[in-house]
């Protein structure tokens, strides 16, 4: 089964960016979030009665995502992922009460079972940037968000509650607030972890 690294964080601070950076190596099979893809997004930001179509289509998604990705030969790279999708998304959705109690066990079961078969991510890069930087990223996109800028405190503390169950060697944190358009330090730290980690030794370059 091959590497899986997942780049996680808030809406806004620039997991896609880093990504399409990242992509542009060549050395990396990639995934990403693909919302216009998924009907039940649309559906879910005008009704919140489809909040557990939306997160299962989700959690459903990633899970495969994330095994084509580990049978490349190449490291995989996902934009979130599976359990960002769990232990962020899901749980703020509960947390707002646009799931109820029995709906988020059904999504925690499913992911609890996933990772009876799929294995967590190798590495996981946390990004983050200030909450004003978030804010006016938000405000420019035009693809559907159900999370809102207000809602970053709350998303973060769920990510960080779920980040600290994570080993140091498996976690990298990075600051984006001030980076270049091209995300050259991040670049920069990322392929520097992975060159020097045990966990990603065997990669040839």
Known sequence: MGKLIA????????????VQVLTKTGDFAVAYEQHTKWP?????????????ANQLDYLIYRTEQEKQLRASPKIGLVDGGLDLDFH????????????????????????????????????IIHLIANEDIIQKRLAKRERINIASANDTALFNSFLDEWLGTVPPSKLLKLDVSHETPGYENSLQAIFAYIETSTLFNSRER
């Open 88 to 123: 962020g998304f899901t749980h703020l959705f509960h947390a707002l009460g646009l799931l109820g109690d029995p709906e988020f066990d059904l999504c925690r079961r499913f992911y609890e079972l996933t990772h009876q078969f799929l294995p967590p991510p190798d590495l």
């Open 7 to 18: 780049v996680v964080g808030a809406s806004g601070v620039g997991k896609t960016s880093v």
């Open 40 to 52: 039940f997004q649309t559906l879910f930001k005008r009704d919140s009665r489809f909040a557990l």
